[in-house]
């Protein structure tokens, strides 16, 4: 019989089985109905994370990681799968080890000559995730995330519509500023507001500046109006297996605002 299930996190994914169901805005439950070898993603093939459903993720990534020698773009996909499955699994210790799995298929992938730029934008991204939680390594590694993400907005600042303008951004709100950190309240509002002008359509975009408008320039009303925008995109087709989780995101701050959500 292959072996197909590799770590303790997929065997949560794949098998339904008591202890390793998850709760948190859908269920998290999955069974091995699926051949790996042939799931979506695992040719190479670029395709949307954010309209695949969970079980189908879990497939993709036992299929990539049962690959001896994977090649620049199945890396590139093990690096999206997994840095999606983070955002969609509640236990941060999941959470934790998707996206440091993220970040080493990012650097696979980045051993490829002509990869090294789209590559670092997943690092970049699953790094930060990894650490979220975590403020110590948080702070010993703010150089090395900066580094990482500004490359990524140097050479390929449109990869997953201003993923590495909106990640930028939101390291440099969150993030303490100097000398401690590198946090820079204006710098991080700047590219929020470029990552909605160039890419107005993606959801995360108009969240992640309502964010900013809030925390750092203590703009409610601007909050507030980025805020119903980006609550509109997360309806688009695009982003409909990932929304729900997103809108987590949108929960948290219309509580803050003191605004309703609808229904």
């Known amino acids: 019989m292959r072996k197909v299930v590799q770590s303790v996190v997929l065997a949560c994914l794949l098998f339904l089985m008591s202890g390793c169901k998850t709760t948190g805005v859908v269920p998290i439950e999955y069974d091995l109905s699926c051949d790996p ?45 997994s840095a999606e499955l983070s955002a969609r699994v509640p236990n941060n210790n999941f959470m934790e080890r998707f996206s440091y799995e993220c970040v080493d298929w990012a650097k696979k992938a980045a051993a490829f000559p002509g990869f090294e730029d789209e590559a670092s934008y997943w690092h970049g991204l699953c790094l930060g995730n990894a650490v979220r939680n975590t403020p110590l390594k948080a702070l010993r590694g703010l150089n090395q995330l900066e580094k990482t993400l500004l490359h990524a907005k140097e050479t390929v600042p449109d990869i997953d519509e201003g993923g590495p ?99």
């Not at 879990?58 to 990539?64: H, K, P, V, W």
């Not at 601007?222 to 925008?229: F, Q, V």
């Open 37 to 81: 070898s042939q799931a979506i993603g695992v040719d190479g093939q670029t395709f949307n994370v954010h309209t695949t459903k969970t079980p189908d993720l879990a497939c993709s990534l036992a299929g990539l990681r049962d690959l001896d020698h994977p090649d620049a773009r199945q890396a590139l996909n093990g690096a999206a799968v």
């Open 165 to 263: 303008l909106r990640v930028l951004g939101m390291l440099y709100i969150k993030a303490p500023a100097w000398p401690t950190g590198v946090g820079d309240s204006d710098l991080g509002l700047e590219l929020l507001e470029e990552a909605v002008q160039k890419h107005p359509d993606h959801p995360l975009n108009h969240l992640f500046y309502a964010y900013a408008l809030l925390d750092a320039a203590e703009d409610s009303e601007a909050a507030t109006s980025e805020l119903e925008i980006g609550l509109e995109k997360l309806e688009d087709p695009r982003f409909s297996e990932a929304a729900p989780y997103w809108k987590k995101e949108a929960i948290s701050l219309a509580k803050e605002l003191k605004i309703p959500l609808p229904e």
